[in-house]
């Protein structure tokens, strides 16, 4: 019993084998209830593993991971990226441990690995609303294509939903409240639910789509194919980034992603003196300090606020 035991621990201090990791990386990634974080995760666990695996190493403890995060600077990738890789690392360590691949010893010392400090905060990208209305006039709206692309184009500018939420939507999360058109239950990220308003031109817009595609149940978008044709049960989060880069592109606009449209209708709403409370709703924000990064407020010189305190100075001649 006692070699048996002995055998188990040095079996735990080992090296993982490739096998062992691959385990690892689905235990971690059916853990995950987000897309986009299954997305993410595998890719840096895929990353990790391609560089642990590239020669033979002792095992798998913190002085490898150490090494590994200097590998990434040496890269010189951005620090919130080198913090998800590290954050993939720490969870599959996790499930190392709990599979009884890793000692908890060995994964509290991995544990205490930091993540990269970030200095300063990263300038978003917000349009204005001569932007917004140029890149809501983009698409073709003689086409059934352009129909579809404006309407999505509308509840990203106009309700400041993610990608994945606008995939997901059905018809039936269009419903009258309050005699206020309205996304009624829509499931966003960690699973929060919130109830989104849709604005009168949104809507329009929308029902434009609807009309001409005779969608009136199920996804509320569908893909297309190149004869113009409906086709499928919906579409997938590429094909939203794809209709915003184009549009942008026929809009004169530079770099946009469709997350720069979420923080573009916080601003907009913002500017037009939404509540901040109010915001954090529309947008669905656990953290009302996140809301207020999508806000991107910035300084105003020209009009400083310490200007307004009341003091004086005056020079005795």
Known sequence: MGKQV???KRRRVQALTLPELDQSKNAVLNSLGSLQSRRS?????DEFIAWYCSEPRLALNRTVVLRYRQQLEGVHLAPATINVRLAAVRRLVYEA???????????????????VKQLGHRTGNWL??????????????????????????????????????????????????????????????????????????????????TRAAGIAEKRLFRSIRKSGTLWGEGLTQNVIWYVVRDSAKRAGIERLAPHDLRRSCARMCHLAGGELEQIQFLLGHASIQTTERYLGCKQRIRQAVNDRIDIQFKIHS
């Open 97 to 115: 441990s709990d599979a009884g691949l890793l000692s908890p010893e060995l994964v509290a010392g991995i544990r205490r690995v930091k993540g």
């Open 6 to 8: 002995r055998r188990q």
């Open 128 to 209: 204005t609303g001569q932007q917004g209305q140029q890149l809501l006039n983009a698409p073709d709206r003689g086409t059934l294509r352009g129909k579809r692309d404006a309407a999505m184009l509308a509840l990203l500018l106009g309700c400041g939903l993610r990608r994945s939420e606008l995939a997901a939507l059905d018809v039936a999360h269009l419903q009258l409240r309050e005699d206020h058109w309205a996304i009624v239950d829509l499931v966003g990220k960690g699973g929060h639910v919130r109830t989104v308003p849709v604005p009168g031109w949104v809507k329009t817009a929308v029902d434009d789509w």
């Open 41 to 45: 995760y595998r890719h840096a666990i």
